[in-house]
């Protein structure tokens, strides 16, 4: 994911989940950042994220066929560039992922 963006991440912000405890902690830290848990029972901190689960399992897991081989990591990558850059957005003034950033690095 690191490098996948156009510019450093400083702060990685995550929910108390196991996955996210010491060892992930500490990879996080030796890829030189920073990172911090919300607080309990606080789901507004966390709320982008919160909001993409039930879009993610409508329009990406949903639609899997999980019979044969599937290669999620191909299908994910086909997903997350529709996603960014050619799903008719519902947020951003009409714009996608991808332009919103673009304008504010530019802007």
Not at 2 to 28: L, Y
Not at 32 to 44: D, N, Q
Not at 67 to 80: A, I, M, N, S, Y
Request: glycine share 6%; charged share 30%.
């Amino acid at each position: 994911m690191v490098d996948k963006f156009p510019f450093r991440i400083k702060t990685i912000r995550t929910d108390n989940g196991h996955e996210f405890q010491i060892k992930f902690h500490w990879h996080v830290s030796d890829l030189g950042m920073m990172h911090v848990y919300i607080k309990p029972a606080m789901p507004k901190q966390n709320s982008k994220v919160e909001r993409s689960h039930p879009t993610d399992q409508r329009e990406f897991y949903q639609m899997l066929d999980y019979d044969g081989d599937v290669d999620l990591r191909k299908k994910l990558g086909q997903w997350e560039d529709c996603y960014n850059y050619l799903r008719p957005p519902s947020a951003h003034a009409g714009k996608t992922p991808y332009e919103m950033l673009k304008l504010r690095m530019l802007g």
